[in-house]
């Protein structure tokens, strides 16, 4: 962890993952990886693009919805999650990551900025990817624990919506950074408060209902 005396005063340079740091969500790639492997049925797959399409565009209960995913993980060992994760990002991730999304990355590190990943997916998935690209910081959604073994439970509040904000603030509040002087880049909707809570909300490769309201409000919008 960061000293805070050393990143007091300091900007916060935030980045979503999925859809914006690579090209497509690491939820749907974990599923590929299962399938082609024979791990899960094309319905089962099926069932979850269609929760991964609601949750997207933030018509469906989050935090249900992730529970429920998250029952089929209770009793499995945390460490072959991990492994699993790192086997999808070697195949299936790596090749999405976009050469904007580096390049911002970069000029961010370079001006000497607080990187951080804020994402809804799980550390499993944004680990690898942080690793790759630098950043010392990922703010997520939490899976519990127990003695090496997930509960099938989620830490609340998850890493969406509104809980974006709690769990960014959290954190900045622990470096001693402050966000009214932050940016930070999304595509999707669901962030749409912590978008308006930093001082320059950079909308990359918006969904249709992002793409509006960005234009509306005169945000400035990139594609990667």
Not at 181 to 189: L, N, P
Request: charged share 30%; net charge positive; hydrophobic share 40%.
């Amino acid at each position: 962890m960061s000293d805070p005396q050393q990143t007091k005063g300091r900007r916060a340079a935030l980045f979503d993952m999925d859809r914006t740091l690579i090209r497509k969500d690491t939820a749907s790639l974990y599923m590929r990886h299962q399938r082609d492997r024979g791990h899960v049925r094309k319905r089962d797959a099926l069932r979850v693009a269609w929760w991964l399409l609601q949750y997207t565009f933030g018509v469906v209960n989050a935090e249900r919805v992730a529970e429920q995913a998250m029952q089929g993980f209770a009793g499995r060992r945390e460490d072959w999650l991990e492994s699993t994760m790192r086997e999808v990002y070697d195949e299936y991730v790596r090749p999405l990551i976009t050469d904007a999304g580096r390049r911002a990355v970069e000029r961010h590190q370079a001006a000497g900025d607080w990187v951080a990943i804020v994402t809804g997916a799980t550390p499993y998935a944004a680990l690898p990817l942080a690793a790759e690209l630098g950043i010392d910081h990922v703010i997520c959604t939490r899976i519990e624990v127990a003695e090496g073994r997930f509960t099938g439970k989620v830490v609340k509040p998850m890493c969406y919506g509104p809980g974006k904000v709690t769990l960014t603030e959290r954190e900045a509040k622990r470096q001693g950074l402050s966000l009214d002087g932050s940016v930070f880049y999304s595509d999707s909707i669901t962030d749409l408060p912590l978008l308006e809570r930093v001082a320059t909300p950079i909308v990359v490769n918006p969904d249709s209902r992002l793409r509006r309201v960005a234009r509306r409000r005169g945000w400035r919008i990139e594609r990667w």
